[in-house]
């Protein structure tokens, strides 16, 4: 069994209840421990969050940096 801890959280809204959450989290297993970040898109509903996608990264400085520069070319 996986359970998932979440290191370090950063949110930001827009649209009408709309967020989109960045954050390093923790895969621990029988097998072992492994960090990754996920970028999340979702909704809040009642006082309620709710994921509607997910997209994870590997806790690479090579990855990360690729995605992040990227990311901005695109704008």
Same mark, same amino acid.
């Given at each position: 069994m996986v359970e998932y801890e979440t #290191?370090?959280?950063e949110e930001m809204? *827009?649209?009408?209840?709309?967020f989109i959450e960045v954050a390093r989290k923790k895969a621990k297993s029988e097998t072992g421990e492994?960090?990754? #970040?996920? #970028?999340?898109r &979702? *909704?809040? #509903?009642? &006082?309620?969050?709710?994921? @509607?996608k997910s997209f994870t990264v590997p806790n690479e400085?090579?990855?990360?940096d690729f995605v992040s520069e990227k990311l901005k070319? @695109?704008?």
């Open positions: #290191i370090k959280s809204k *827009f649209g009408n209840n709309n492994r960090e990754f #970040i996920s #970028i999340s &979702g *909704f809040e #509903i009642n &006082g309620q969050k709710r994921y @509607m400085k090579e990855v990360v070319e @695109m704008v």
